[in-house]
């Protein structure tokens, strides 16, 4: 079965960071493009980050204090959150770029708050 699976969300504090991880299977990493993508409360899902090959791409919002990246060999996409900010707050996804709908997972709760 293809899945993808979210993990290393929590709650932090402004300023802190978090660093989440994804587990795909084979079949789905084997996707040229990888994404994170984010749902706050009230709001549309939106794309943060994907990564294809070596290339990187942010949406301005997150530019400077998120890093994606991805393991190869272990079938991982991890996304390093610093600086967060409040507005950062949401329910974190992986999934393809572009997105595929049978693919989303359970996501991960971000909560940024003092």
């Known amino acids: 079965q293809v899945q993808v699976v979210e993990s290393g969300g929590g709650l932090v504090q402004p300023g802190g960071s978090l660093r989440l991880s994804c587990a795909a299977s084979?079949?789905?990493?084997?996707?040229?493009?990888m994404g994170w993508y984010r749902q706050a409360p009230g709001k549309a899902r939106e794309w943060v980050a994907f990564?294809?090959?070596?290339?990187?791409q942010y949406r301005n919002a997150v530019k400077g204090r998120f890093t994606v990246s991805r393991d190869n060999v272990k079938n991982t996409v991890d996304l390093q959150m610093n600086s967060l900010k409040s507005e950062d707050t949401a329910v974190y996804y992986c999934?393809?770029?572009?997105?595929?709908?049978?693919?989303w997972g359970r996501g991960t709760q971000v909560t940024v708050s003092s």
């Open positions: 999934n393809t770029f572009p997105a595929q709908n049978s693919l």
């Open positions: 990564i294809s090959g070596s290339s990187t």
């Open positions: 084979g079949s789905i990493f084997r996707s040229d493009a």
